[in-house]
């Protein structure tokens, strides 16, 4: 009896040997990281065996690429170095050691020296992350290191992105600058106080490589209309994510506001269903809806331009562009924000500043103008960042969008108009024609 239940432990042992090994799997594929600074930070992994090799790298900030080194996979442990500059100057030693379960692997990460300021991948700040969790993507997907000659790739499980076909009765509306995977297309078809409709996404992030097969189109629900004001809610076709826009209509465009809440375990990136997504944004009314909008590129806003008239009183046409002027933003940090700007045909120059610290007024570069839409450059006082602004003219008014380009060992700054944790969408209202400045 006695050799009858020990033969009936052995067996047990081994029928149930297989099953905890495949718990384990292999660690092969793109993993990322949304919970950090300069999101995502990207592992791209490739297992034989107990061998582990591949590539780290972040969005942003510094993106040096870090080669995988020292790697060690003992079953569900994963642990490997990177080498990269520390705080983006001297190089050093970063150190991750994780736990994986399933699709997720939660790291705990550690640097070679510490004491610095740097919050990122190579970051030895006391505000840099000491635990970070990896979480796998679909099969399939491809993730480029950023570079200069970095191209989106083709996941393999893509398809070609959902045309955005307008909703019976309905207007459509693109946000082309401002938000990841562009152009956010919103489809409304608004009646007796309800909103209804749908919402799609493009395929590919230029700024960051990926590409998404989550597309669209969305559907709209608990769509309310209140005059100018909307509402409505989008969902993650998994249910893990409920978005929620709440915006307000102004001539040909809607100043959208959007929040996300997560109710499962994936926050998701920075789309129109991410939790990463874009706070703030405009979107346009499309006066050619039958074209599905481009997902290439920089995209281009298909619109008709913005009109020409001004509600301060003018009287003939005038000689000077209408970006020409001293433009100002009051309800930011550090304000007013001023802007004196003077369009001269397809050219556009002039100065920012705001008031407090910093406040000493800043030449901007790269200035364009094309139709109702300008464009321009400044670097920030500190030389840490590269901010673009895009911006429509529409009579006293210019929507812009700013974007932040962190040069290599810098940070997004803080609050005002040079900084990062300030919205990056905002409106800046005429103050003064040409004319009234002084020197005009």
Do not use: C
């Not at 969790?133 to 499980?157: H, I, K």
């Not at 600058?177 to 309800?194: H, M």
């Not at 002039?350 to 109702?372: C, M, R, Y």
């Amino acid at each position: 009896m006695r050799r009858i239940l020990v033969s009936l432990v052995l067996v047990t042992v081994v029928l149930n040997a297989p099953a905890a090994q495949s718990q384990t799997g292999d660690t092969s594929g793109v993993w990322l990281a949304t919970n950090v600074p300069y999101a995502p930070w990207t592992f791209d992994f490739k297992q034989a065996g107990e061998a582990l090799t591949g590539r780290v790298w972040q969005n942003g900030a510094v993106r040096t690429v870090g080669e995988i080194m020292d790697a060690k996979v003992n079953g569900d442990l994963v642990s490997f170095n990177i080498s990269g500059p520390l705080d983006g100057a001297s190089r050093g030693v970063v150190t991750f050691t994780g736990t994986r379960s399933g699709d997720t692997i939660v790291f705990s990460r550690t640097t070679e020296r510490s004491g610095g300021i740097g919050n990122g991948l190579y970051g030895t700040g006391p505000s840099a992350p000491k635990q970070v969790t990896a979480r796998r993507q679909p099969t399939g997907t491809v993730a480029m290191p950023p570079g200069p000659s970095t191209l989106p790739q083709q996941s393999t499980l893509a398809t070609a992105p959902t045309a955005a076909t307008t909703v019976t009765g309905g207007l459509r509306y693109v946000a082309a600058s401002g938000v990841a995977f562009a152009p956010w297309t919103i489809n409304l078809k608004i009646e007796n106080g309800t909103v209804t409709g749908n919402a799609t996404q493009g395929q590919s992030d230029p700024a960051s490589g990926y590409m998404t097969t989550l597309v669209g189109p969305f559907e709209i629900y608990d769509g309310k209309a209140d005059g100018d004001r909307i509402s409505f809610k989008l969902r993650t076709p998994d249910g893990g994510r409920v978005i929620t826009f709440t915006g307000t209509r102004n001539g040909d465009r809607i100043a959208f506001t959007r929040s996300a809440e997560v109710l499962g375990d994936d926050p998701g990136r920075d789309g129109i269903l991410g939790a990463n997504g874009a706070t703030q944004f405009t979107a346009l009314l499309d006066s050619n809806p039958g074209t599905a909008p481009s997902t290439s590129a920089p995209p281009v806003r298909a619109t008709t331009a913005a009109p020409e008239s001004a509600d301060l009183p003018i009287t003939g046409a005038p000689s000077w562009g209408r970006a020409s002027g001293r433009w100002q933003v009051m309800d930011v940090p550090g304000a007013p924000w001023t802007l004196d700007l003077t369009e001269d045909g397809a050219a556009l120059s002039g100065t920012v500043q705001q008031t407090g610290d910093p406040s000493a007024a800043v030449t901007i570069a790269a200035g364009k103008v094309n139709g109702s839409m300008i464009s321009f450059k400044v670097l920030s006082l500190d030389g840490e960042r590269i901010l673009t602004f895009h911006g429509e003219v529409n009579g006293n008014e210019i929507s812009f969008i700013r974007e932040i380009t962190v040069l290599d060992g810098g940070s997004r700054g803080r609050n005002g108009l040079y900084g990062g944790a300030t919205a990056l969408g905002f409106v800046a209202k005429r103050a003064a024609q040409p004319s009234q400045l002084p020197g005009h």
